[in-house]
């Protein structure tokens, strides 16, 4: 489904990422981890396509085509999702609309018609219940006031609605409590399919108890150091990442 090759990325004059490897099979659940500023973030930004970092090298292949020169709006069409993609206050808008207005974008990037309104409604009903999100937050403007267990609730909610193909989380800064936890974990392990991958980013040893990994990957200043299975989060949380540093360094 992905295939990352010995992708280098960076912003003006810094490199950030240096030859990451990655693949992801449908099915699958990888982790991400790694120290502050080892390039998590940036690594799903230049998966996601923003367009603030350039890629100096390698390739994103996806569904078995290069995607390093799609726009954003495209890779999402295709079926890439990124949370935090959509954290903008809009005032006046619905999350129910919102989402309405992205499914039916979508569908037009693929040559179809809108959606209707009998089907959104259905499929707003149903992927709600799944995760249990009450009617009142879906009419709610998008974004204005929410708490961080509301955004995330938001984010999962987008997830389930666009179906992505490719998910990938970024959990890093989003200051997750154990509501928010239980959220982000519950709806991924519903949304969860043979066709379907998930890329988490996180610091929280925790989540992955939660959403169980088949991989985890550290992430050390650019590169992928060490690949494991879920045990390999658990030995992070106990070691920290000191000991990955020497033991490269030898
Ligand atoms: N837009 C940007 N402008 C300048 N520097 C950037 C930008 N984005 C990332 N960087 C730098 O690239 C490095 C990697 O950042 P990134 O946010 O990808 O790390 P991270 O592993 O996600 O960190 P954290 O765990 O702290 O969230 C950092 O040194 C950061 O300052």
Same mark, same amino acid.
């Given at each position: ?6 992708? =280098? ?67 999402? =069409? ?173």
């Amino acid at each position: 489904m992905l295939t990352i090759k010995n992708l =280098h990325a960076g912003i003006e004059e810094k490199d950030i990422l240096k030859g990451i490897n990655l693949q992801v099979n449908p099915g699958e659940i990888h982790a991400i981890m790694g120290p502050n500023g080892s390039g998590k973030s940036t690594l799903s930004s230049v998966i996601a396509g923003k367009e603030e970092y350039e890629v100096t090298d390698g390739d994103i292949i996806f569904e078995g085509g290069s995607i390093n020169e799609l726009a954003p709006e495209e890779r999402a =069409h295709n079926g890439i999702f990124l949370s935090f993609q959509y954290p903008v206050e809009i005032p006046g808008v619905t999350v129910t609309n919102f989402i309405k207005t992205a499914i039916n974008e979508t569908r037009k990037a693929r040559g179809l018609e809108d959606m209707p309104a009998n089907e959104m409604l259905k499929l707003i009903r149903e992927k709600s219940e799944l995760l249990e999100i009450d009617r009142k937050f879906l009419s709610r403007s998008l974004n204005e006031g929410f708490s961080g267990g509301e955004k995330k609730r938001n984010e999962i909610f987008q997830m389930a609605m666009l179906e992505p193909k490719l998910a990938i989380l970024d959990e890093t800064d989003s200051g997750l409590d154990i509501d928010a936890l239980r959220i982000v974990s519950n709806g991924v392990n519903k949304l969860r399919s043979k066709d379907n991958a998930v890329v988490v980013i996180t610091h929280y040893q925790r989540l992955l108890e939660y959403i169980v990994p088949d991989f985890v990957h550290v992430l050390l200043d650019g590169k992928i150091v060490k690949s494991g299975g879920k045990e390999l989060a658990l030995e992070l949380e106990e070691k920290g990442y000191d000991w990955l540093k020497q033991e490269l360094s030898v």
